[in-house]
C-alpha cells in the first residue's frame, strides 16, 4: 500500500504488516494465506499469484500474506529484477534460497550443502536452455559435452528435493513487481521457477501486473497465448480487488482536509460544499494506493507555490489531472472557452458547445490507450456549467476565470498577472493606517506605472478586495489619498483616455461614498484629500447614476451639500469660483441637487448684471466636430441649463450696460479665447431677449 516513515517522507515503501493496513485488505490477504498454508509438507511446487495494477498495493498484500501464514512456513524474498544478466538472476536464486536455508539444524545445513552442489550443476546447463523462439546458445556443445561426465537432471533434482523434504518446513518465495522486467528477463526469470525451482516444499507468491505481463510475453514471441502460458506457470492467480468508493473517498477525503490544515485555510460554506464535490470528483479516479499516496505528496509539495494566489480546491483538481492525465491537462487552457460554455441546453450561447458524448471522445482521443477515469469529473468540478442542472456561481480565483487560469499552470503568478496577496496586504496596510509598507509601495507602483491590463487588473482586485474585507474602523483618510495620488489633475488631457484613470475613479467614487455616507470623512476633509476640483469631477461622475426612485442616499446628500456650498460661493461672487470651467461645473452640480429649481436658488439675475454675465458665461461651452481627417472646435451655448438659471425677458437698459457685439451670426464661432467666449455670452443673451429679435438655435 505505502509507508510513510518518521518525519513523513513518502518512499512508496510497502507496508510490513497487516497492523498498517489503511485500505481494508487484510481480510483478502488473510484469505490468500490460508490457501497457501493449506499445502501440506512435501507438497509439489506451487505457484500463487497476485495480480492487479501498478501501485495497487501488491507488494504490500504480499507482505500481509506472508504474515497470515502458519509459524513453521520460511518466507524469503526474491527480487529478480536486481539482476543484470541471465546467469545473475540465477545466482541471486540460489542466494535467495540459500538464506531461507540457512538455520542450525543438521537438516538445514545439509540441504545447503545440497543447494550448492545443485547450483553448481544446473546454472551452467541452465544458460543453454532456450527461450520462446530462440535455437541453442552457441555454448551448447560445450555444455553438453559435459553432461556425460555427471548424474542426469533426474538424479541432482531428486537429491535436492529429498533435502528439502527432511526440513519438514515448507518455503514461501515471494517474487515483486516481475513487471519491471524487460521481455527477455522476464523469460529467464519463468525459466527459474519453471526449471531450477520447482522443488517440492518450495512455493512461490508472484506478484505481476498481468496486462504488462502479457505484453512483455508478446513481444517475445507469445502471440495470442500469453494468458495461457502464464496460466502454465502460475496454478493460482488471485486479481487483488478494487478499492471501493467509500475507502478512496476517506482517503481522498483526509488527504485534502490535511492540506487545508497544514495551509491554515478558513472555507467557508460555499467552499465546504465543493470539498465535499471534489472529493467526490477525486474518489472517481484516484484508484490506487500509490495513486492517492502521489497525489497527496505531490499536493504537499507545491502548493506554497501559491500560497493564497488561487483556489486551494480548483489548485488540486488541476494538480490531479497534471499527475494522472497529463495530455487532457496540457489542452484545458485551449479548451476553455468551450468549458466555460457548457453543455447545449436552451439558452443562446455565443460560444459553439460541445455535447457530453463529444467531450467523452475528445478526451478519449487526447488520452490515446491511457484510461480517462476520472478525468471528466475533475474537469466538471473545474467548469461547473459542465453540469447543465447546477446552478453555478463563480468563486474568487476560480481556475475557470480566464484573469487566474494561467497560473495554475505556471504554478506562480505571470507578469502580465497582479499578485492577490499583494493586492490584499497593500489594502490592509491602508486600512489599518500603515501606509508605506512594501507591499503598498509595489500596488502604487504597478498602478503609477500605466500598464493598462496591469493596472486595471490591479485596481480591480483592489476593490475585490476591499468589497470583500470593509470594516467600520478601517482609516478612510489613507486608502482615499492612496488613490488620489494615483491620479493626474481632473482636467489632465489623459484622464479622458485611459482606462485604468476611469477605473480609478469608480474605485475613489466607491470608497468616498463608503466614508461620506456614515460619516467617517466629511466635506471638508474630502476637499483637503482630493482638492475641490477632483472632488467636484468625482461628484459629477457619481451624479450620473442617481435616479428619482431614490433620493435618499449618499451620493445625493453630498451632491446636495456641495451644491450649498457652491451657491452661497457664486451669489457672493467668491474668489473660489475659480475660472469659467469650475463654475461651470459648480453649476452642474448645484442643478443636479435636490434643492428647487435654479432660476429660485440665484434670485433675480436682472438686478445681478455683474453675476448674469459671468453665469451666461459659464454657459459657454468648446464644442469638438470631426469631418473624417481633422478636428475643429466650435463654440456653443448650453441653453437648456441656462433656462433653468435665467428669468426672462431682460430688459434694454440691463443689455445696454453690456459692451456691443456683433450679431451672433457674424461672431466667429471658432475662436475659442476667453474674451471672444464673453463677446459670445453677450450676443447669445441680445439673441435670445425677445426685445431684439427672434430666438435662434444657438447650440
Known amino acids: 500500500m505505502e509507508r510513510t516513515d518518521e518525519i513523513g517522507h513518502w518512499a512508496d515503501e510497502p507496508i510490513g504488516s497487516v497492523a498498517e493496513d489503511t485500505y481494508g485488505r487484510a481480510a483478502f490477504a488473510a484469505a490468500v494465506g490460508r490457501k497457501i498454508g493449506?499445502?501440506?509438507?512435501?507438497?509439489?511446487?506451487?505457484?500463487?499469484?497476485?495480480?492487479?495494477?501498478?501501485?495497487?498495493?501488491?507488494?504490500?498484500?504480499?507482505a500481509m500474506v506472508a504474515e497470515s501464514l502458519p509459524p513453521d512456513w520460511i518466507v524469503q524474498a526474491f527480487t529478480p529484477w536486481v539482476a543484470s544478466d541471465p546467469v545473475a538472476l540465477q545466482l541471486e536464486f540460489v542466494a535467495a534460497l540459500d538464506k531461507a536455508l540457512g538455520g542450525e539444524r543438521a537438516e538445514e545445513q545439509a540441504a545447503r550443502s545440497r543447494l550448492q552442489q545443485f547450483a553448481a550443476w544446473a546454472v551452467p546447463m541452465l544458460g543453454v536452455v532456450p527461450t520462446v523462439g530462440s535455437a541453442l546458445g552457441q555454448t551448447a556443445d560445450?555444455?553438453?559435452?559435459?553432461?556425460?561426465?555427471?548424474?542426469?537432471?533426474?538424479?541432482?533434482?531428486?537429491?535436492?528435493?529429498?533435502?528439502?523434504?527432511?526440513?519438514?518446513?515448507?518455503?514461501?518465495?515471494?517474487?515483486?513487481?516481475?513487471?519491471?522486467?524487460?521481455?527477455?528477463?522476464?523469460?529467464?526469470?519463468?525459466?527459474?521457477?519453471?526449471?531450477?525451482?520447482?522443488f517440492p516444499n518450495v512455493h512461490y507468491l508472484v506478484a505481476y501486473d498481468a496486462e504488462t505481463v502479457e505484453d512483455l510475453l508478446e513481444s517475445q514471441g507469445v502471440r495470442g497465448r500469453s494468458a495461457s502460458f502464464m496460466e502454465k506457470i502460475v496454478q493460482h492467480p488471485f486479481e487483488l480487488p478494487e478499492l471501493d468508493y467509500a475507502t478512496r473517498f476517506d482517503h481522498v477525503s483526509r488527504v485534502l482536509n490535511q492540506q487545508i490544515a497544514r495551509d491554515a485555510l478558513q472555507l467557508n460554506e460555499q467552499q465546504v460544499e465543493r470539498l465535499g464535490k471534489l472529493v467526490d470528483a477525486l474518489s472517481q479516479g484516484l484508484t490506487t494506493p500509490r495513486q492517492i499516496a502521489r497525489f497527496r505528496e505531490h499536493l504537499?509539495?507545491?502548493?506554497?507555490?501559491?500560497?493564497?494566489?488561487?483556489?486551494?480546491?480548483?489548485?488540486?483538481?488541476?494538480?490531479?489531472?497534471?499527475?494522472?492525465?497529463?495530455?487532457?491537462?496540457?489542452?484545458?487552457?485551449?479548451?476553455?472557452?468551450?468549458?466555460?460554455?457548457?453543455?447545449?441546453?436552451?439558452?443562446?450561447?455565443?460560444?459553439e458547445q460541445r455535447t457530453f458524448e463529444e467531450w467523452q471522445a475528445l478526451l478519449a482521443q487526447q488520452s490515446g490507450?491511457?484510461?480517462?477515469?476520472?478525468?471528466?469529473?475533475?474537469?466538471?468540478?473545474?467548469?461547473?456549467?459542465?453540469?447543465?442542472?447546477?446552478?453555478h456561481t463563480d468563486h474568487p480565483q476560480a481556475y475557470s476565470d480566464p484573469h487566474y487560469t494561467e497560473r495554475y499552470h505556471s504554478l506562480g503568478v505571470p507578469t502580465n498577472d497582479v499578485s492577490d496577496q499583494l493586492v490584499e496586504s497593500a489594502v490592509f496596510a491602508l486600512a489599518l493606517s500603515e501606509p508605506g509598507t512594501k507591499a503598498e509601495s509595489e500596488l502604487a507602483e504597478i498602478i503609477d506605472e500605466r500598464h493598462?491590463?496591469?493596472?486595471?487588473?490591479?485596481?480591480?482586485?483592489?476593490?475585490?478586495?476591499?468589497?470583500?474585507?470593509?470594516?467600520?474602523?478601517?482609516?478612510?483618510?489613507?486608502?482615499?489619498?492612496?488613490?488620489?495620488?494615483?491620479?493626474?489633475?481632473?482636467?489632465?488631457?489623459?484622464?479622458n483616455y485611459l482606462p485604468s484613470l476611469s477605473a480609478l475613479y469608480e474605485w475613489l467614487g466607491e470608497e468616498v461614498v463608503r466614508a461620506y455616507g456614515d460619516g467617517r470623512l466629511s466635506i471638508g476633509q474630502l476637499t483637503v484629500l482630493l482638492g475641490d476640483e477632483r472632488l467636484r469631477g468625482l461628484t459629477l461622475r457619481l451624479s450620473n447614476s442617481l435616479s428619482a426612485e431614490?433620493?435618499?442616499?449618499?451620493?445625493?446628500?453630498?451632491?446636495?451639500?456641495?451644491?450649498?456650498?457652491?451657491?452661497?460661493?457664486?451669489?457672493?461672487?467668491?474668489?473660489?469660483?475659480?475660472?469659467?470651467?469650475?463654475?461651470?461645473?459648480?453649476?452642474?452640480?448645484?442643478?443636479?441637487?435636490?434643492?428647487?429649481?435654479?432660476?429660485?436658488?440665484?434670485?433675480?439675475?436682472?438686478?445681478?448684471?455683474?453675476?448674469?454675465?459671468?453665469?451666461?458665461?459659464?454657459?459657454?461651452?468648446?464644442?469638438?466636430?470631426?469631418?473624417?481627417?481633422?478636428?475643429?472646435?466650435?463654440?456653443?451655448?448650453?441653453?437648456?441649463?441656462?433656462?433653468?438659471?435665467?428669468?426672462?425677458?431682460?430688459?434694454?437698459?440691463?443689455?445696454?450696460?453690456?459692451?456691443?457685439?456683433?450679431?451672433?451670426?457674424?461672431?466667429?464661432?471658432?475662436?475659442t479665447s476667453d474674451e471672444n467666449i464673453r463677446t459670445f455670452a453677450i450676443a447669445v443673451l441680445r439673441h435670445l431677449n425677445p426685445v431684439h429679435g427672434e430666438h435662434a438655435t444657438t447650440s
Open 38 to 62: 493449506e499445502l501440506e509438507v512435501g507438497a509439489a511446487s506451487t505457484v500463487f499469484g497476485l495480480l492487479g495494477a501498478w501501485g495497487s498495493g501488491k507488494s504490500s498484500v504480499a
Open 142 to 198: 560445450r555444455v553438453i559435452g559435459k553432461l556425460t561426465e555427471r548424474a542426469p537432471w533426474s538424479a541432482e533434482f531428486e537429491a535436492m528435493s529429498a533435502s528439502l523434504i527432511k526440513l519438514r518446513r515448507p518455503l514461501l518465495i515471494v517474487c515483486d513487481d516481475i513487471d519491471r522486467l524487460d521481455a527477455h528477463e522476464l523469460l529467464e526469470f519463468l525459466k527459474v521457477v519453471r526449471l531450477l525451482g520447482r
Open 300 to 351: 504537499a509539495a507545491i502548493t506554497g507555490l501559491l500560497s493564497r494566489e488561487a483556489d486551494f480546491l480548483d489548485f488540486a483538481a488541476v494538480t490531479y489531472l497534471r499527475l494522472n492525465h497529463r495530455e487532457i491537462y496540457a489542452c484545458l487552457p485551449n479548451w476553455a472557452e468551450r468549458l466555460r460554455a457548457g453543455l447545449p441546453n436552451e439558452e443562446p450561447r455565443k460560444v
Open 369 to 391: 490507450p491511457r484510461s480517462t477515469r476520472g478525468a471528466w469529473e475533475a474537469v466538471v468540478f473545474l467548469f461547473p456549467h459542465l453540469r447543465v442542472w447546477y446552478q
Open 452 to 495: 493598462e491590463s496591469i493596472a486595471r487588473l490591479a485596481i480591480a482586485k483592489a476593490r475585490q478586495t476591499r468589497e470583500r474585507v470593509e470594516r467600520a474602523g478601517d482609516d478612510m483618510r489613507s486608502i482615499v489619498a492612496f488613490i488620489a495620488e494615483r491620479m493626474p489633475s481632473a482636467r489632465s488631457e489623459d484622464s
Open 550 to 671: 431614490r433620493p435618499e442616499n449618499p451620493i445625493q446628500s453630498l451632491v446636495d451639500e456641495l451644491a450649498r456650498t457652491y451657491v452661497a460661493e457664486i451669489v457672493a461672487q467668491d474668489d473660489k469660483v475659480g475660472t469659467i470651467a469650475d463654475l461651470r461645473d459648480k453649476l452642474t452640480v448645484v442643478e443636479r441637487s435636490s434643492r428647487p429649481g435654479l432660476g429660485a436658488v440665484f434670485g433675480d439675475l436682472t438686478q445681478k448684471p455683474d453675476l448674469l454675465l459671468q453665469l451666461a458665461t459659464a454657459m459657454v461651452l468648446r464644442g469638438r466636430w470631426y469631418n473624417g481627417s481633422s478636428t475643429r472646435e466650435e463654440l456653443r451655448f448650453d441653453g437648456e441649463l441656462w433656462a433653468k438659471i435665467s428669468v426672462l425677458p431682460l430688459s434694454e437698459e440691463l443689455l445696454a450696460d453690456f459692451p456691443s457685439t456683433p450679431r451672433l451670426d457674424d461672431l466667429d464661432r471658432a475662436d
